[in-house]
Structure formats: structure tokens, C-alpha cells
């Protein structure tokens, strides 16, 4: 039982460059979020799935694109990466069939990616 | 609109002293609050949570938080930290029943000094 895994750990862009993001969980959750990291800010929401099939925006989605075309995993692409984008990424997931907003979200050990 | 706010960015504490990290929360309903902890280099990693019931919520690694309705707060606690607790905190709320988002604090960075 990995639990939520995160690919690439570590990446470095120029100005312009598209990549994607992987995350992929092995415990059968229903729902699954990406978030930002940048100093002093905590941790914002991107973009998150309560389900196989639907993404809905979060606090901060301007730039990102995801797709969860399988339960098990949740992609994040940046199609034109800017300097601004540099960040860490971290993917979560839980259970939260019900919508049980106490549910516990378990995280990746997260993406470190610089825009140059 | 919902939000939370860690007053401290940084905290330093001598090993065996006790600690208390504050978390003051914006919501209009009863919330759902949580405390996360990463260590360096690591993702977040679920201390406690209160969503009801009483108001202090036991944790893993000895920490222990209280819900205060009257002062907006749920405060993190632990009577005696050890080195391995250096790490960054951040405190969360939940603000909706239906999606699960959370809502961060700024986060909290301990020190602890030998």
C-alpha cells in the first residue's frame, strides 16, 4: 500500500514549456485535490475531483488544467508554464463517498517545480 | 469568507519546554478544523481533527488541540517536545460539507533547541 504518490519529484521548465503532473493513490478514494505551496502562503487549492470523470476549480486554478479519467489518478498539466508557477505541488486524497467534510486527506510527498 | 490565520511564522522552543501554536479561524457555522504537520522535505501529515463532541481533540505524537467556539481559536498543545517535532504546522478548516476542501493557515515553523 503506497498510499499517494507524486511524479516527478523534482522538474525544472523554461518559460513556455507544457508538462503534466501525476498523481496516483491505491485506496480506493473518491476524492482527490492539488494544491500549491509557496512560502508564507500555506497551501491553496488548485483544482480538485470528487469523482472519476469530474474536476471542479479551487481557489487558485487560472493556468492549470486536470483530468481523473481514472479513480486511481488525478492529473495536473501546466500547458504554458510562466515563472509564477514555480511552486511545490502536493496531490491529496480521501474517502469522503458520503461528503463527509471531517474526512482525513492524505497527501503526496509532493513535486518541486521551477519555471525559469 | 472563510479563513485562517496563524499568528506566529516562526516559533522556537527548548527540547522537554511545553509548546502552544495558535490557530484563529473565519467561519459562520459550526467548522470542521484540523492540524497538519510536515517535516522537511515531506508532505502534511494529519495531527488531530474536531469536527463535534468535546472540545479537546487528542492526537498523534502527544499533541492535543481545544476547540474555543468564543474565541474563534483551536489551538495546538504539547506539554513536552522533543527534537523530532521541529517541523512546520499548519492549521486547517474545512468549510464545506460536501467537497472536503480545506482551507490552510499560513503555517507555523518550530525550532527546537537542544
Known amino acids: 500500500n503506497a498510499g499517494v504518490t507524486q511524479t516527478p519529484k523534482f522538474r525544472v521548465l523554461k518559460t513556455g514549456q507544457s508538462m503534466t503532473l501525476l498523481c496516483a493513490q491505491d485506496m480506493n478514494h473518491e476524492y482527490m485535490y492539488w494544491y500549491r505551496q509557496d512560502p508564507g502562503m500555506g497551501l491553496r487549492l488548485i483544482h480538485y475531483s470528487v469523482g472519476e470523470g469530474t474536476t471542479a476549480k479551487g481557489e487558485v486554478p487560472d493556468g492549470y488544467n486536470v483530468s481523473r479519467l481514472k479513480k486511481q489518478n488525478f492529473l495536473l498539466g501546466l500547458e504554458s508554464a510562466a515563472p509564477s508557477q514555480t511552486s511545490v505541488y502536493f496531490c491529496?486524497?480521501?474517502?469522503?463517498?458520503?461528503?463527509?467534510?471531517?474526512?482525513?486527506?492524505?497527501f503526496g510527498p509532493g513535486t518541486r517545480l521551477t519555471v525559469l | 469568507a472563510q479563513s485562517v490565520t496563524q499568528p506566529d511564522i516562526h516559533i522556537t522552543v527548548s527540547e522537554g519546554a511545553s509548546l502552544e501554536l495558535r490557530c484563529n479561524y473565519s467561519y459562520g457555522a459550526t467548522p470542521y478544523l484540523f492540524w497538519y504537520v510536515q517535516s522537511p522535505g515531506q508532505g502534511l501529515q494529519l495531527l488531530l481533527k474536531?469536527?463535534?463532541?468535546?472540545?479537546l481533540v487528542q492526537g498523534i505524537k502527544g499533541f492535543e488541540a481545544e476547540f474555543k467556539r468564543s474565541q474563534s481559536s483551536f489551538n495546538l498543545r504539547k506539554p513536552s517536545v522533543h527534537w523530532s517535532d521541529a517541523a512546520e504546522y499548519f492549521c486547517?478548516?474545512?468549510?464545506?460539507?460536501?467537497?472536503?476542501?480545506?482551507?490552510f493557515g499560513q503555517g507555523t515553523t518550530l525550532q527546537v533547541k537542544p
Open positions: 491529496a486524497s480521501s474517502y469522503s463517498s458520503a461528503g463527509d467534510a471531517a474526512d482525513t486527506q492524505y
Open positions: 486547517a478548516v474545512a468549510p464545506s460539507s460536501n467537497t472536503g476542501k480545506l482551507i
Open positions: 474536531y469536527f463535534s463532541g468535546d472540545t
